[in-house]
């Protein structure tokens, strides 16, 4: 099955460009991110003031497709009133340290980013 699939990220239909468009949309990774800076799981609320630019209906849709790749599990709790936490999977375990490399070069190279789009945008006005 899987020799039949188009694997090659400039075809439309190649799942490892799915897979990667997911996981590098503009709240997948830092939700990841969030959640695996904690030892235990966390509230929905927990993670909404973690990420306080977050909307609701974008973090609900965020952990739904978390969730759907298998990268958060979530946990419903039968209480009054209902507690539901998430935590990243041993999958998504698997994806921080990419993740935290990323970050780590992103902070390595934030100056000299911010030096070249403030001379990008001075020659531009010119």
């Known amino acids: ?11 439309p239909d190649c799942p490892i460009r799915n897979i ?16 695996n800076g904690k ?13 306080p630019d977050i909307s609701q209906k974008m973090l609900t849709v ?11 599990e979530r946990h419903a709790f039968a209480e009054i009133p209902p507690r539901v936490e998430y935590n990243i999977t041993e999958r998504a375990k698997t994806l921080m340290p990419h993740i935290n490399a990323l970050v780590e070069w992103a902070l390595d190279n934030l100056a000299d980013i911010l030096n070249d789009r403030k001379k990008f945008s001075s020659n531009k006005k010119h």
């Open 1 to 11: 099955m899987l020799r039949d699939i188009i694997v090659d990220p400039h075809f």
């Open 20 to 35: 990667l468009t997911r996981i590098s949309d503009r709240w997948s990774m830092l939700i990841l991110f969030t959640l």
């Open 39 to 51: 030892q235990e799981p966390m509230r929905y609320s927990d993670i909404l003031a973690a990420i």
């Open 62 to 72: 965020a952990l739904k497709n978390l969730e759907a790749d298998g990268l958060v």
